[in-house]
């Protein structure tokens, strides 16, 4: 009896099981785990190069652009400007007579705290309720009474960090709430962020090499064939 070719499709089916793989996401989630990580990496990078990039170009920002009293007061900015730009303001802090009970409407600074960040807000003697100035001085200098210029990233009520907490402090302070009301955040200037430019290179090229590691390494197919 001639057992030739039985022989040779009993070969081509032990070859045939050693590379067969079970089919299915699960299965495949199994020949998979580092693929899986490179994955979680990946998107952890991209969170943190997405505020990074937006960092990035704020930080690259030249002179701010200036905002006039009769500007704020009409409710109107410069043609083209808008949430995030650099500018500024000239105006006379508007504290109350009792600067000593900061958070209250007899100093007329609102305080706004979270996770031991504490952000400041009054308002210009020119502006009056049409323009809020933040400041995460610890409490602002409240012997600084004269007129200067402030210069920050604007924002509005409705946009500046803890914004729950942000209202309370404004109403606790008698400060004006309106959601629309422009904010310049004082501690957000381009000089802050380029100092800090080598850390966000650093983020910025991690995010792109682990997108690399992700698309260099191969990954079994997910059909196991």
């Not at 109350?96 to 308002?123: C, H, L, N």
């Not at 920050?152 to 729950?164: E, N």
Request: charged share 20%.
């Amino acid at each position: 009896m001639d057992t030739r070719d039985q022989q040779k499709l009993s070969d081509h089916g032990d070859r045939l099981d050693e590379r067969y793989e079970e089919p299915g996401l699960g299965a495949w989630i199994k020949r998979n785990p580092w693929l899986l990580v490179r994955l979680f990496i990946v998107l952890v990078f991209t969170f943190g190069a997405s505020t990074t990039a937006a960092n990035f170009s704020y930080g690259l920002q030249g002179e701010p652009v200036t905002l006039t009293v009769e500007q704020l007061n009409r409710g109107d900015l410069p043609s083209g400007i808008q949430l995030g730009d650099y500018v500024e303001v000239t105006g006379t802090p508007d504290f109350g007579p009792d600067t000593q009970r900061i958070g209250t409407p007899e100093s007329g600074v609102g305080v706004s705290s979270r996770y031991s960040a504490a952000y400041f807000y009054f308002a210009l003697e020119e502006t009056g309720d049409n323009l809020l100035i933040q400041t995460t001085e610890t409490p602002p200098d409240v012997t600084e009474t004269g007129e200067r210029i402030w210069r920050g990233k604007l924002a509005t009520v409705g946009t500046v960090i803890f914004h729950d907490t942000t209202q309370s402090g404004l109403e606790a302070a008698g400060l004006p709430r309106d959601e629309s009301i422009p904010v310049i955040e004082t501690g957000d200037t381009p000089e802050y962020y380029r100092q800090i430019f080598p850390a966000y290179s650093a983020i910025l090229a991690l995010w792109v090499l682990s997108i690399a590691w992700l698309v260099w390494r191969k990954n079994k197919p997910i059909l196991g064939l």
